[in-house]
């Protein structure tokens, strides 16, 4: 496997938030989590990423226990994340944020250049020199991803990639992280998207309340109405 999650326990301050989580992916596997609003779902990647610091439980990436480490040894590793709230330098341009991202290529992990995040992202490629604070949300999005992937990881943490982009956006982002598995990544997104979610994971975990309610393949998941009425409609 290339992460495993178990019996994972997250806090902030005296609030429960995640309650015995597991969850895992394997090399080059696409695996959504998803639920509601509120549901735990950013909360579980960025206790993976060691931003929640009140966690208890396994975290292990490529059978190395991370539990314990910090952020930056974490990412280090190779594993990418991309936060909801993407968190690019506006005042630097397209190619310098994606140069700030910049890590050594590393063994069993896709390699990633400038060109080759240009070719994925082609927007960027005719946009090179402009601020990031002059961008749309797409493209932002867009550029945090290129960024990330210039860290070379072999796993990537995707946190709500379609929420608040245009629908011709969200088909774009689908064929982008479809790209990426095609490179041999492996991805894990939070999201509440169903029909973005289904053209892209191979498998699914729904999380409610701090709890996994349903883990299984997305074809089990069609096939279980019940539990998509119960944890997934609004």
Avoid: C
Wanted: proline content about 5%; cysteine-free; hydrophobic content about 40%.
């Amino acid at each position: 496997m290339k992460l495993s999650v178990s019996q994972l326990d997250s806090f902030y301050g005296p609030a429960h938030i995640l309650s015995d989580v597991a969850l895992d992916v394997g090399a080059g596997e696409v695996v959504a989590l998803l639920g509601r609003n509120g549901a735990g779902k950013s909360t579980t990647l960025r206790s993976i990423m060691g931003l929640v610091p009140q966690r208890t439980g396994r975290i292990v990436f490529e059978g190395r226990d991370i539990s314990t480490l910090q952020t930056h040894e974490i990412a280090r590793l190779g594993l990418g994340y991309v936060p909801e709230d993407r968190r690019i330098f506006t005042e630097l341009t397209v190619e310098e944020n994606l140069m700030v991202g910049r890590q050594p290529p590393r063994k069993g992990a896709p390699a990633w250049t400038r060109d080759k995040v240009f070719s994925l992202f082609p927007n960027l490629g005719e946009m090179r020199g402009r601020l990031g604070g002059r961008m749309s949300g797409g493209e932002q999005q867009m550029l945090t991803i290129g960024r990330t992937l210039m860290g070379n990881p072999s796993l990537l943490l995707l946190d709500e990639p379609s929420e608040g982009l245009a629908p011709k956006i969200v088909e774009e982002m689908a064929e982008v992280v479809l790209a990426m598995k095609r490179e041999g990544l492996s991805v894990l997104l939070s999201e509440q998207n169903l029909h973005f979610a289904r053209k892209i994971s191979d498998r699914a975990s729904i999380i409610e309340k701090g709890r996994i309610r349903f883990s299984g393949t997305m074809a089990e998941l069609e096939a279980n109405p019940g539990i998509r009425d119960a944890y997934l409609a609004v």
